[in-house]
């Protein structure tokens, strides 16, 4: 049998719930990164607000060897070193007393959401069991997390779902203040929504969503999954709004794009998840444990995170540029390298075109939606590569304004 790969291999192997561009990617190294036929492309996307420190990061790869050659898994019948630095470090540096480990956003939410419900099943009744969440919020794809996330379309063809969810408006605190009740266990929302088009949350209405959850006996928990490890400029965003969660969940930029996830609790919300309640074979593992611990050991600095405002106003100016030579933002936006620039109604849908069009100029580049470019880099991208990279976003935008003029 040929070992070789193509990406037509793609389409007779994989299942097809991804459409790859027609690229693969080889080689990474800092935010720079090669194809097959060796092409170069500088990485605005960061692998979706993964790779916070770049590819290829050398203590993170020298962790990873070494970690390597000592042990790789062990079940959560043992626990291991790697996992309870990892612990220590992350209880810390927060404002929860413990941490539970899981393999991806979703699982982190999916014991988030279990936990909630299992806290108001011990302190107050099992009725107390409803989530609020919020329209076009984001929470992963298992089925809970579908269904507390607020876009119809990732449920659709999978009910019956988790009952029990309700949603309202993001930043409208009056929508919030119409279902929340005493059977509300917990409201759930991003401090600044990722995939629902790069909206942060406005600070008084954080507050005012705090306060609403303690008058209900809820509690409050912030999916930081994208907008944690320092991706907003804090380690973690809710430091800015200055509002603190009962629980958090953290993923992505956490292993640099070795998969290992976080939720963390107060100690007496944590107390809800005895023995046997929850698990996961793989969680806390002590390869991803010692990754994740490099990581927060390298992002948690005054030095990177200062420079992550420099490099956010770079993005800014940068972008604030191109709109004014060719109007076609409505909006630039974000905290941090978390940055939306939501297009002129003119070019409504067109995000993906202009992510195209990046990519066949050297350039990775996301989307938040249909309507929103969306730029997550590596937390230490050189000022160099920013600039570079926003040649290549000028030849692309003028791309997909001519695509779109003919279209
Ligand atoms: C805010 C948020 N929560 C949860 C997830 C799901 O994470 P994962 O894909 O690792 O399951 C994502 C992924 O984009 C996200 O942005």
């Given at each position: 049998m040929s070992t070789e790969v193509t990406r037509a291999t793609f389409n007779e192997v994989m299942v097809p719930n991804y459409a790859p561009s027609e690229i693969i990617p080889v080689r990474g190294e800092g935010s720079r990164v090669w194809d097959k036929e060796d092409k170069e492309y500088i990485d605005f996307a960061g692998g979706i607000a993964v790779t916070a420190l770049g590819h290829s990061h050398p203590t993170l790869v020298n962790i990873m060897r070494e970690q390597a050659g000592q042990i790789w898994h062990l079940s959560n019948v043992l626990t291991n070193e790697p996992a309870l630095r990892l612990a220590k470090k992350l209880t810390e540096k927060t404002f929860a007393d413990r941490a539970f480990f899981a393999n991806s956003g979703a699982e982190a939410n999916e014991a988030?959401?279990?936990l909630v419900r299992r806290y108001a099943f011990d302190h107050f009744s099992p009725e107390k069991n409803e989530i609020i969440a919020f329209n076009k919020s984001f929470h992963g794809r298992t089925l809970f997390t579908v269904s507390v996330g607020g876009q119809a379309k990732y449920k659709e063809g999978f009910e019956p779902t988790p009952a029990g969810i309700n949603h309202c408006d993001y930043n409208d605190i009056e929508q919030l203040k119409a279902i929340i009740s005493d059977k509300t266990c917990a409201v759930v929302m991003e401090p600044i929504q990722g995939e629902g088009g790069v909206i942060p949350a406005d600070k008084?209405?954080?507050?005012?969503?705090?306060?609403?959850?303690?008058?209900?006996?809820?509690?409050?928990?912030?999916?930081?999954?994208?907008?944690?490890v320092g991706r907003t400029g804090t380690l973690y965003a809710y430091e800015q709004l200055g509002v603190t969660p009962d629980v958090l969940t953290t993923a992505k930029a956490l292993g640099n794009g070795f998969p290992v996830s976080a939720m963390l609790a107060t100690e007496k919300v944590a107390n809800s998840m005895v023995a046997g309640t929850h698990g996961s074979t793989y969680g806390g593992n002590p390869m991803a444990c010692a990754i994740?611990?490099?990581?927060?050991?390298?992002?948690?600095?005054?030095?990177?995170?200062?420079?992550?405002?420099?490099?956010?106003?770079?993005?800014?100016?940068?972008?604030?540029?191109?709109?004014?030579?060719?109007?076609?933002?409505?909006e630039v936006r974000g905290m941090g390298l978390l940055i939306g620039?939501?297009?002129?109604?003119?070019?409504?849908?067109?995000?993906?075109?202009?992510?195209s069009a990046a990519e066949k100029e050297g350039l990775f580049i996301l989307v938040a939606g249909p309507n929103v470019l969306r730029f997550a880099p590596s937390l230490i991208i050189p000022k160099e590569d920013i600039t570079e990279g926003f040649a290549r976003l000028e030849k692309a935008v003028i791309q997909a304004i001519e695509n779109t003029a003919a279209a």
């Open positions: 988030a959401f279990k008084e209405f954080a507050q005012q969503v705090r306060d609403l959850c303690d008058q209900h006996n809820a509690l409050l928990v912030f999916d930081e999954v994208q907008s944690g994740a611990e490099g990581v927060i050991d390298i992002v948690d600095t005054p030095e990177i995170l200062s420079g992550i405002q420099e490099r956010h106003d770079l993005f800014k100016s940068e972008l604030n540029n191109l709109n004014e030579k060719y109007n076609i933002f409505q620039a939501e297009l002129i109604d003119s070019f409504a849908g067109k995000a993906g075109g202009f992510v």
